[in-house]
């Protein structure tokens, strides 16, 4: 799935420190703006326990993770949606990603220079969002003058487009994202013809201190963070970038010893990586065999059939049936064998919509 979320934040914020970590890509952090200027990828693996546990019952020859895309995007500042400091370029780089995850600064360090001078979290997310809704703003305005035009002219595709850019227009005036705002299916489809970049899900990623992140203790930055994304309805990740960085450098024994040492259940990179996989409404089923147990991502409301299209065209073209278990029945029966003997294992169709966590084997005639 060619699907990618981008890193976005102010400059200092600890944005391409985080990307160093997720990647181990080495993109250039340094203490000062624009240190990113071209947009850095970097493909993860998403980290799923039932991948390892399907490892341990089938023991194949290898193990192969599904993987996804993070897009490290240059710190934008005030005034970007104006050209300001690399404005134009960064917009156009957000423009390209499906998902934003926004880095917000939540620690003190007079060591590390804020670009406005002070640490203030909803400030620094408010500056951001407001760039998107005025890029998006000039998008609308601009179309809304050209559909106008054909809509008097009883265009039936330009009416109805006028009112769904009436309603974002509104909203945005507003100071609203686009993300905010309940369509119909009908309506969601012109919305998303649009690319609007405040239309984008939302993942905040407050970045704490190493001492806070260890503790467990919410202080004020974050607690606003927090009430910020409650409030807009998004979700906020609680990580310390300096930490990840550390853990990214170790094997994985070391780095589950580390944790431990810190007393921390799971790395927050882990976290980050699911919560960004499923803020674009992204699942996983598997394939299992002797030769290879494989994870494969699909999009949630894919059939049988496309999800079979992801592994191989020729699946897709001559699919017949899926042979189907669920990943609990598989593993609760230890293995297929067990699983088809407590009548676990279903043969789906055409019109079977693919769930989390499918066992899957795919029946194809070319």
């Given at each position: 799935?060619?699907?990618?979320?981008?890193?976005?934040?102010?400059?200092?914020?600890?944005?391409?420190?985080?990307?160093?970590?997720?990647?181990?890509?080495?993109?250039?952090?340094?203490?000062?703006?624009?240190?990113?200027?071209?947009?850095?990828?970097?493909?993860?693996?998403?980290?799923?326990?039932?991948?390892?546990?399907?490892?341990?019952?089938?023991?194949?020859?290898?193990?192969?993770?599904?993987?996804?895309?993070?897009?490290?995007?240059?710190?934008?500042?005030?005034?970007?949606?104006?050209?300001?400091?690399?404005?134009?370029?960064?917009?156009?780089?957000?423009?390209?990603?499906?998902?934003?995850?926004?880095?917000?600064?939540?620690?003190?360090?007079?060591?590390?220079?804020?670009?406005?001078?002070?640490?203030?979290?909803?400030?620094?997310?408010?500056?951001?969002?407001?760039?998107?809704?005025?890029?998006?703003?000039?998008?609308?305005?601009?179309?809304?003058?050209?559909?106008?035009?054909?809509?008097?002219?009883?265009?039936?595709?330009?009416?109805?487009?006028?009112?769904?850019?009436?309603?974002?227009?509104?909203?945005?005036?507003?100071?609203?994202?686009?993300?905010?705002?309940?369509?119909?299916?009908?309506?969601?489809?012109?919305?998303?013809?649009?690319?609007l970049l405040t239309a984008k899900p939302m993942l905040y990623v407050a970045n704490v201190s190493e001492d806070d992140l260890v503790?467990?203790?919410?202080?004020?930055?974050?607690?606003?963070?927090?009430?910020?994304?409650?409030?807009?309805?998004?979700?906020?990740?609680?990580?310390?970038?300096?930490?990840?960085?550390?853990?990214?450098?170790?094997?994985?024994?070391?780095?589950?010893?580390?944790?431990?040492?810190?007393?921390?259940?799971?790395?927050?990179?882990?976290?980050?990586?699911?919560?960004?996989?499923?803020?674009?409404?992204?699942?996983?089923?598997?394939?299992?065999?002797?030769?290879?147990?494989?994870?494969?991502?699909?999009?949630?409301?894919?059939?049988?059939?496309?999800?079979?299209?992801?592994?191989?065209?020729?699946?897709?073209?001559?699919?017949?049936?899926?042979?189907?278990?669920?990943?609990?029945?598989?593993?609760?029966?230890?293995?297929?064998?067990?699983?088809?003997?407590?009548?676990?294992?279903?043969?789906?169709?055409?019109?079977?919509?693919?769930?989390?966590?499918?066992?899957?084997?795919?029946?194809?005639?070319?």
């Open positions: 799935m060619a699907l990618t979320a981008g890193i976005v934040g102010l400059p200092n914020v600890g944005k391409s420190t985080l990307f160093n970590a997720i990647t181990k890509a080495g993109a250039l952090a340094a203490n000062y703006p624009f240190a990113t200027i071209d947009p850095n990828v970097g493909i993860v693996e998403v980290p799923d326990y039932r991948l390892d546990n399907l490892t341990e019952l089938v023991k194949p020859k290898k193990t192969v993770p599904t993987a996804f895309e993070f897009t490290d995007i240059a710190g934008i500042v005030k005034g970007a949606s104006k050209g300001e400091g690399l404005g134009n370029k960064f917009l156009s780089h957000i423009r390209d990603v499906d998902a934003i995850c926004q880095v917000v600064r939540a620690f003190d360090d007079e060591n590390i220079t804020h670009v406005s001078g002070k640490v203030d979290p909803i400030d620094d997310i408010e500056v951001i969002n407001m760039e998107l809704i005025l890029a998006d703003l000039e998008s609308v305005e601009k179309r809304y003058a050209r559909v106008q035009k054909m809509a008097k002219q009883k265009d039936k595709e330009a009416v109805a487009e006028e009112a769904v850019l009436s309603i974002v227009k509104e909203a945005l005036e507003n100071e609203q994202p686009v993300r905010s705002i309940e369509f119909t299916p009908e309506q969601l489809k012109v919305v998303k013809g649009m690319h503790s467990g203790d919410e202080n004020d930055y974050l607690k606003a963070i927090k009430n910020y994304a409650e409030n807009e309805g998004s979700e906020v990740i609680v990580i310390s970038a300096k930490i990840e960085e550390e853990l990214a450098a170790l094997d994985e024994e070391d780095k589950k010893e580390y944790l431990a040492d810190l007393g921390i259940e799971e790395a927050g990179l882990d976290k980050l990586i699911r919560a960004s996989y499923h803020l674009l409404g992204l699942a996983t089923y598997f394939t299992a065999g002797e030769q290879e147990v494989r994870a494969w991502t699909f999009r949630h409301g894919m059939t049988a059939p496309q999800c079979a299209g992801i592994i191989h065209t020729d699946f897709e073209r001559g699919f017949i049936r899926a042979e189907t278990v669920s990943y609990d029945d598989l593993v609760d029966n230890k293995g297929m064998t067990g699983a088809k003997e407590a009548g676990k294992v279903r043969l789906e169709g055409k019109e079977y919509l693919m769930k989390d966590g499918d066992v899957v084997h795919f029946r194809f005639n070319v």
